[in-house]
């Protein structure tokens, strides 16, 4: 999957495109951030946290993580995608 912009979220061109390939590269990433993307998602994701982490660490359609994760309406694991950029943190 390839970025795009979405323009439903209130977060700049940039600041999207850094966070998407940030969480991408999530096993890459230092056990202390790692920690904090889990702890973010946990956040803003609620019950649906772990469907989030996955849909946004592999880049995986919202469809089929909605799909594995038995979540009803894919609108939900978009609104907390979008509660997931905008409080991603800056010193991520």
Not at 28 to 33: F, Q, T
Not at 37 to 59: K, S
Not at 82 to 88: E, N
Request: with cysteine; proline share 5%; net charge positive.
């Amino acid at each position: 999957m390839k970025f795009r912009y979405k323009r439903g979220i209130p977060v700049p061109y940039a600041r999207q495109g850094y966070i998407y390939f940030k969480s991408l590269r999530f096993s890459g990433l230092p056990v202390r951030e790692q920690e904090r993307i889990r702890r973010l998602c946990d956040c803003v994701g609620g019950n649906n946290g772990q469907a989030l982490l996955e849909h946004v660490t592999t880049g995986e359609a919202v469809k089929s993580v909605c799909q594995r994760h038995y979540i009803a309406s894919p609108t939900t694991l978009y609104r907390a995608l979008k509660r997931y950029y905008v409080r991603f943190p800056q010193d991520l």
